[in-house]
């Protein structure tokens, strides 16, 4: 008895596959053909003859089954006989195709697919190798930039040795205070203002005003010559050559009044007078001073000088900005002015200079009191009329008065309002 070889699982498969056919499998037949093939040389050889082998099979079994009669099917038919057909049919085919080297074009596919599997396999390999190699590349990048880390952390966590440090090379090699002070950052123009620095060290100062103007001066005093605003900066420099630029410090100067005048003589109601004429006229307050002891705070006013000379007279004008500005100049006055008064009469009752009144007093039409006082300062006679002049006698006793000199004195309100007083001296003749 013939011992039968054990099926491998590919082999249980076309089993299974054939017995679904209801043809039964006979082990001779099977090993019958197995050695009418010729032996493989290759893996793919071999894969290319089972493949043949089986198509071959398959066909040949369809082919039979549709061949049988099915409607009248031979009881009688041993299954001896049908064993020894299918295994004839399938040898004589598996020979044809040998001699001829002719393959159908399902056995190509079927050899392509088995080439295919195979192909697929190694790229697979291929691609699990070089996954593997990234996967390694990475992992040593990985470490290497762990490890950088780890050694820059280490050089940051070093402490310093403060110990070993010269403070004395560091306080020599700072760079300089550029730091300083101003009296006031609002002036008037053509004021003079003073600079300190904070830091009285020996550096080079160098400043710089804004207005096209510097100084090398420790402390400077500048005067800002016109109106506007100023940014003005400290540039300090040690012995390293090194410079420090100060914060700008804004420095706002105002305008101030231009102070001048003119003057004119003119004569009202007979009176030789002065009027004075201002450059300015808004928002500016006014100190005139007339140099003989009078002033005045009109914009335009009128003054009598009583005697001749030459007079400083003076002007002083403040603006909004409380900035003021002064002038002077000589006014000469070549006659005194008295009010006209004579310096002497003849109260002798012949009609010609019998008493005596200043001649302005009659022009002028303003309130007054004339005073006569002895050589002893007493009063002797006072008048607010100027229809009373002083006729020599003594108001007070009623008795002429003798032959000498006096003292007259007048007071008035001028039309501006103003306190004004003359006086002089007259000699009485008998």
């Not at 056919?21 to 001779?28: L, N, P, R």
Request: include cysteine; hydrophobic fraction near 30%; proline fraction near 4%.
């Amino acid at each position: 008895m013939k011992i039968m070889n054990k099926l491998d699982p590919f082999e249980e498969i076309i089993s299974k596959k054939l017995n679904q056919h209801q043809v039964e499998f006979s082990y001779d037949s099977w090993d019958a053909i197995e050695k009418k093939l010729p032996k493989p040389n290759s893996s793919i050889t071999s894969i290319v003859a089972i493949g043949l082998i089986l198509v071959t099979s398959s066909l040949l079994i369809i082919s039979s089954y549709i061949g049988t009669d099915h409607s009248t099917p031979n009881l009688n038919t041993s299954s001896s006989t049908q064993k020894a057909n299918v295994n004839t049919d399938l040898t004589k085919e598996f020979q044809q195709k040998e001699n001829t080297n002719t393959f159908h074009s399902n056995d190509v596919i079927e050899v392509s697919e088995a080439i295919t599997s195979e192909k697929i396999i190694k790229d697979q390999k291929i691609k699990t190798n070089q996954d593997t190699y990234i996967n390694q590349l990475n992992n040593d990048n990985n470490e290497a930039i762990f490890e950088t880390e780890n050694n820059l952390n280490e050089e940051i966590e070093k402490p310093t040795n403060f110990e070993n440090i010269d403070t004395n090379s560091i306080s020599q090699i700072s760079h300089p205070i550029a730091e300083f002070t101003i009296s006031k950052t609002d002036i008037c123009q053509e004021e003079s203002i003073y600079f300190h620095p904070t830091e009285n060290e020996s550096y080079s100062y160098y400043w710089d005003f804004n207005d096209g103007s510097s100084s090398s001066d420790s402390s400077p005093n500048h005067v800002f010559k016109n109106s506007g605003e100023f940014r003005v900066t400290l540039t300090t420099t040690n012995a390293d050559n090194l410079q420090t630029i100060s914060d700008a410090i804004m420095i706002t100067v105002n305008e101030k009044p231009q102070a001048d005048f003119k003057f004119e003589k003119q004569v009202e109601d007979g009176n030789p007078q002065i009027l004075f004429n201002s450059n300015n006229s808004f928002n500016i307050t006014n100190e005139w001073d007339f140099g003989d002891g009078h002033s005045s705070t009109l914009l335009n006013p009128v003054h009598k000088f009583h005697k001749k000379g030459t007079y400083l007279i003076s002007l002083k004008q403040t603006n909004e900005y409380n900035c003021s500005s002064s002038t002077t100049k000589p006014l000469e006055i070549k006659e005194n002015f008295n009010l006209y008064a004579p310096n002497s009469f003849t109260p002798d009752g012949d009609g010609i200079n019998d008493s005596f009144i200043p001649e302005s007093l009659k022009l002028m039409n303003v309130e007054f009191i004339m005073t006569i006082y002895n050589k002893q300062g007493k009063l002797i006679y006072k008048t607010t009329n100027i229809n009373q002049p002083w006729d020599g006698y003594n108001q007070n006793t009623g008795e002429k008065c003798i032959q000498g000199s006096y003292i007259w004195i007048v007071q008035l309100i001028n039309k501006f309002g103003e306190n004004e007083q003359f006086k002089g001296p007259l000699l009485l003749l008998n």
